[in-house]
């Protein structure tokens, strides 16, 4: 077992490693790509190894991937969380204080959903062309997705 | 049918393969009593799974125990148990969960198909209604996400932050600046 998390927390660590050298040479952009394929060039290497070191330990493979979703977690909610951001918002005010108003005025509707939708348009989500917006393909299927984890966990609000 | 002898397998195997068995078991009692359904489902989650773990921290202390094979060479396979027994709520369950319940983008998507496609300019006019109506609510709920969590704390109709709000903050942003990342 002990063989399993070493080499688990090894590969893990290589690839955060990699993954920061990455980021400090490229900055914020692609941020999800670059993640994911250094997680996947990770987990093939680990794979590989467990491959030609005789029968594959699942147990480490599974660590690998998870220690690694874990982390890209991490920085997603640390780079994309509402409530990381308003914090951010805060501390940057002198006194530390601010009204729910100035709130207000900081996150407030026409540039959240402007924001949004700009993303997902830019990401091949949906398609403004005139005055009509639609979804693409890519929407479709997680949409999919998504009404199916809804139907399944009984979700009923959401927001 | 012979059922497989459980006391002869390794403990190791047995303290791993038990973390995946009482998240299923966990997962379904989420699925029939409906524990993700409404407005506060998270904190209820996760104690939940918090609830599951104990049967599973016990079991695996309890069977290297009857099979006298209790030793603290065991402990790196709980340790990995453990690892998978919560990986599997916070990192899978939740993440799905999160997607269809939380994600301001996903609901926005969600919403332009709900709403008839969006076709036309008026179709257009009352998703962005309808969504400015969403996103006020979705600020209230952060804002107040921020004082459950200790980050700040509301006097009056002014927010003030507390010293573990600006810990997290500071370190939050020191990751960043390591890193070479800009919040979005």
């Known amino acids: ?159 | 049918m012979e059922f497989p002898d459980i006391s002869a397998a390794p403990a190791e195997s047995v303290i791993l393969w038990a973390a995946p068995a009482f998240f299923c078991v966990f997962l379904l009692v989420v699925l029939a009593a409906r524990l993700a359904s409404g407005k506060n489902c998270t904190a209820r989650l996760h104690r939940t799974n918090l609830l599951f773990f104990i049967p599973y921290a016990l079991a695996s202390l309890l069977f290297p125990a009857a099979t006298g094979r209790l030793s603290r060479s065991l402990l790196p396979a709980f340790a990995a148990g453990c690892f998978i027994y919560f990986s599997l709520h916070h990192i899978y369950l939740m993440a799905f969960i999160g997607l269809a319940k939380k994600s301001f983008s996903v609901n926005i998507l969600s919403d332009i198909r709900t709403l008839g496609g969006g076709r036309g300019a008026a179709a257009l006019t009352a998703l962005l209604a309808h969504e400015s109506a969403k996103t006020a609510f979705v600020r209230q709920d952060r804002l107040n996400q921020m004082t459950v969590l200790g980050m700040a704390e509301l006097r009056g109709s002014e927010y003030r932050i507390t010293p573990r709000g600006r810990f997290l903050n500071g370190l939050g942003n020191a990751m960043l600046k390591l890193w070479n990342l800009r919040r979005l």
């Open chain 1, 1 to 159: 077992m002990y063989a399993t998390l070493t080499l688990s927390v090894s590969f893990f660590t290589a690839a955060v490693a990699a993954h920061l050298v990455i980021c400090r040479a490229t900055g914020t952009g692609r941020f999800m790509l670059k993640g994911l394929l250094t997680g996947f060039v990770c987990f093939a290497c680990a794979a590989a190894w467990e491959y030609s070191a005789g029968a594959p330990d699942l147990v480490s493979l599974y660590l690998v991937l998870t220690l690694w979703l874990t982390y890209m977690v991490f920085f997603i909610n640390l780079l994309n969380s509402v409530t990381l951001k308003m914090l951010a918002r805060l501390a940057e005010e002198p006194s530390g204080t601010l009204t729910e108003a100035a709130f207000q005025d900081i996150f407030n509707e026409e540039s959240a959903i402007k924001i949004r939708l700009q993303d997902m348009r830019v990401n091949g989500f949906i398609k403004l062309e005139g005055g009509n917006l639609g979804l693409t393909g890519k929407a479709d299927a997680l949409l999919k997705i998504v009404f199916l984890v809804r139907r399944a966990f009984s979700i009923d609000f959401v927001g």
